[in-house]
Nanobody, 118 residues
Framework: VVLKESGGGLVQSGGSLRLSCLASGFAVGNNFMSWYRQAPGKEREMVASISSASTIVVAEPVKGRFSISRDNTKNMIQLQMNDLNFEDTAVYFC?????????????WGPGTQVTVSS
């Protein structure tokens, strides 16, 4: 299982970015997929998730501004981020998990930096 994020960068407050997470070694349509972020000095927090049944959850701080989607043909998920503000500055990680032999295995991408300038 390999996850690789892309699309991060520097953006002005109020701007938009779209992050992509390309997966290999499994089908994203069969797994619970999430985006997390970690700002300096803060704990990693879940931003949005999409289940294999396409149930979507978006965290309150970003609700109405961020959306998660999945492209099974490209085996990737994306995070559309609109109306970005300084508090959205963080490293964004793609995450998935799977159960095997009764054990939960978690997989993370290396992350992509998003910096929002005021």
């Amino acid at each position: 299982v390999v996850l690789k994020e892309s699309g991060g960068g520097l953006v002005q407050s109020g701007g938009s970015l779209r992050l992509s997470c390309l997966a290999s070694g499994f089908a994203v349509g069969n797994n619970f997929m999430s985006w997390y972020r970690q700002a300096p000095g803060k704990e990693r927090e879940m931003v949005a998730s999409i289940s294999s049944a396409s149930t979507i959850v978006v965290a309150e701080p970003v609700k109405g501004r961020f959306s998660i989607s999945r492209d099974n043909t490209k085996n990737m998920i994306q995070l559309q981020m609109n109306d970005l503000n300084f508090e959205d500055t963080a490293v964004y990680f793609c995450h998935t998990e799977s159960w095997k032999w009764g054990q939960l295995n978690e997989y993370w991408g290396p992350g992509t930096q998003v910096t929002v300038s005021s």
